[in-house]
């Protein structure tokens, strides 16, 4: 990382009476892919101990100036500052070096490591011998967790943990590291209700020791809780700089969309206020849905026209994909359901060619299977067209031997 003479930071629009000097800084910052742009002049600043929520619809900008500001990405145009001095980050390592550190919503550690060689990966600490001293390791993971309440044996390797936690160690990785900015995408994605809270407590610590927070997050309550200010991009360039505690929730995702408070009240992409219930006869029931160890007893009915969210935390419902892929929804059913007309959904031989799936299938109804779901498919398909092929190979053979 390279870093040149001081300058003064900028005052931020709409407090500009803090004489804080922003801990984090991009100016006009532009970014460009094969001609589309990504970053249109943006200005971004934090402060120390501010918490700011960086806002914005999916392919708004907001993923590229996190990887800006972090050292992935470098800018085409404009200039960041790290505490008011200029500076340039030429990969993430710089940036982590310097205190600025990311918690993204995958979770980027080691799963066959212990929770404290994760803490201190790169950095352990060593003995007069150079080798490393695990007692000391161990017993400084143990000090830097229990500051944030995370209770968890730091020698269990990390993939025997629930994500919940191994995201709150990824945390505490990243704090451990002299941070002076964190950078949230995503944090409470794969989190439990307990573990949220947690989090918003390490949240505010963090704070009280001057460490600027960025929060990411399409969850409006986190945002209204957490942060004090928000940045809303929207179409890759900054359309709004202000205080949260004054702006309506309604107001900010107008800004995000680009619409009129009144037509995403009366009926836009939101419709607040609304009812979506659709009195009209479902076109797929689902009753007492189970599998083994997978979903037990679970009652779905689809209306025509309705959008039926599945939800659940990140790996803590091993049945999900089951309820959501249809060839295993087949498999899944012991009580009735079906199509109206074609009750006994599970039963075997009701399965019709066309959804994806050899032999499986209703008229009408299709399944768009995750990536996973998708390899595993191409790898079925390709096994099927392999064995297609040794078997008119044999057949073919076994004419010629005939003919002589």
């Known amino acids: 990382m390279t870093i040149e003479s001081p300058t003064s930071g900028a005052p931020l629009d709409g407090e500009a009476t803090t004489p804080a000097v922003p ?20 200005d971004f600043a934090v402060r120390p101990g501010e918490s700011l929520a960086l806002m914005g619809e999916n392919g708004a900008g907001k993923s590229t100036l996190i990887k800006v500001l972090t050292g992935v990405y470098q800018p085409d145009d404009g200039e960041l500052l790290l505490g ?19 918690i993204y919503q995958e979770v980027n550690l080691i799963p066959l490591m212990s929770v404290a060689q ?51 160690v990824a945390l505490a990785r990243s704090v451990s590291i002299n941070a002076r900015v964190v950078i949230m995408d995503e944090p409470t994605s ?23 927070i960025v929060y990411v997050s399409h969850r409006m309550d986190e945002i209204y809780r957490v942060a004090e200010r928000v940045i809303v991009l929207r179409d890759g360039r900054v359309v709004h700089v202000g205080g949260l505690a004054e702006l309506p929730r309604v107001e900010l995702i107008s800004l995000m969309l680009g619409r009129s408070v009144e037509k ?6 939101t419709a607040f206020g609304g009812s979506h ?8 029931v689902a009753d007492d849905l189970s599998r083994k160890h ?22 803590k419902i091993p049945g999900m994909k089951n309820i959501n892929m249809a060839r295993n929804l087949q498999k899944a059913m012991k009580g009735g359901g079906g199509f ?15 959804m994806g799936f050899p032999g499986m299938g209703f008229p009408g109804m299709g399944a768009a299977p995750s990536g996973e779901s998708l390899t595993k498919m191409k790898t079925l398909s390709d096994k099927e067209r392999n064995a297609k092929k040794a078997q008119r190979k044999r057949e073919k053979d076994a004419r010629k031997k005939s003919r002589r």
Do not use: H, W
């Not at 695990?134 to 990390?158: C, H, Q, S, W």
């Not at 995403?264 to 992409?269: E, H, K, L, P, S």
């Not at 997978?294 to 790996?315: A, K, S, T, Y």
């Open 340 to 354: 109206p007309g074609m009750p006994g959904m599970g039963m075997p031989g009701m399965g019709m060619p066309g």
């Open 84 to 102: 008011g001095v200029p500076a340039k980050f030429a990969r993430p390592l710089d940036a982590r070096r310097n205190g600025v550190s990311t």
């Open 118 to 168: 994760n803490i201190f990966l790169g950095r352990e600490p060593r003995n007069r011998f150079g080798l490393i001293n695990f007692a000391r390791m161990y017993a400084d993971a143990r000090g830097l967790l229990d500051v944030y309440g995370i209770d968890v044996d730091v020698r269990r390797p990390l993939r025997s943990l629930a994500l919940g936690i191994q995201q709150m």
């Open 294 to 315: 997978q979903i037990d007893g679970i009652d779905i009915q689809i209306r025509p026209g309705e959008v039926v969210g599945l939800g659940g935390l990140l790996g």
């Open 264 to 269: 995403v009240t009366r009926g836009g992409t």
């Open 190 to 212: 794969s989190l439990e209700a307990r573990e949220v809270e947690t989090l918003f407590s390490v949240v505010s610590l963090l704070r009280e020791q001057g460490i600027a």
């Open 277 to 284: 219930a659709s009195s009209a006869p479902p076109v797929l």
């Open 23 to 42: 801990v984090l800084e991009a100016r006009g910052v532009t970014k460009r892919f094969a001609g589309v742009t990504a970053l249109d002049s943006v």
